[in-house]
């Protein structure tokens, strides 16, 4: 019951309660990176959801598009701004996917959205995780995030897959704010953010 109808109504009514408290914090956001960013204040990226279905994912835009001579863009640590790393490290930069929740592309608590180049990377377990609809935040996000090995976070995107309940949700909503005040897990140990997934070895 709650995997097919109860979830739904957790998302919406903790995501427009989250939205409207956040959003002081969010048009604060939007008039600084106007200026910052000369008027691109969002990041919009296809991602795959539930069932692999696309969807644009919206978060605020926190690096530059700077590019080496031969057009490749740098990597994140030289293209990440000085408000995009505090809006990183603080996580606000994830305030605007309340609107995916809303709209329906995304939960509040399941695997996170990652790019459609590693669908065809997965194995036959860790594409469990596209089961269900992707999350703010999730499981793999409150044990460890983005400084865990790829193996370990589609474990944890899998254990909740099979787990899902109200109480699950409810404690990972509650452990997510913990971390972020906290501040853990937001980088790798050779990142600002994730390392590409290549495949498991």
Do not use: C
Not at 135 to 143: E, L, S, Y
Not at 144 to 162: C, H, L, P, T
């Amino acid at each position: 019951m709650y995997k097919s109808l109860g979830k739904r109504v957790f998302d919406l009514f903790f995501s427009i309660i989250g939205f409207v408290l956040l959003l002081p914090v969010f048009l604060s956001l939007t008039t600084i990176l106007i200026i910052v960013n000369r008027g691109t204040v969002f990041f919009f990226q296809t991602r795959p959801g539930r069932r692999k279905q696309l969807f644009k994912v919206i978060k605020f835009k926190t690096m530059t598009e700077l590019k080496n001579i031969n057009g490749t863009l740098l990597p994140d640590a030289d293209r990440i701004t000085a408000i995009g790393k505090f809006i990183r490290n603080t996580s606000l930069d994830e305030i605007p996917q309340l609107l995916n929740v809303i709209k329906g592309d995304m939960s509040l608590v399941g695997p996170r959205p990652l790019l459609v180049e590693y669908l065809s990377l997965y194995n036959e377990r860790q594409s469990k995780r596209h089961l269900v609809k992707p999350g703010i935040t999730g499981w793999a996000q409150v044990n460890g995030r983005n400084a865990i090995s790829w193996e370990q976070k589609f474990e944890y995107d899998v254990w909740y897959v099979e787990n899902i309940s109200f109480k699950t949700d409810l404690n990972i909503l509650w452990m997510t704010f913990s971390k972020v005040f906290r501040k853990e897990g937001i980088s790798s140990d050779t990142s600002v953010t994730m390392e590409k997934f290549t495949g498991t070895k």
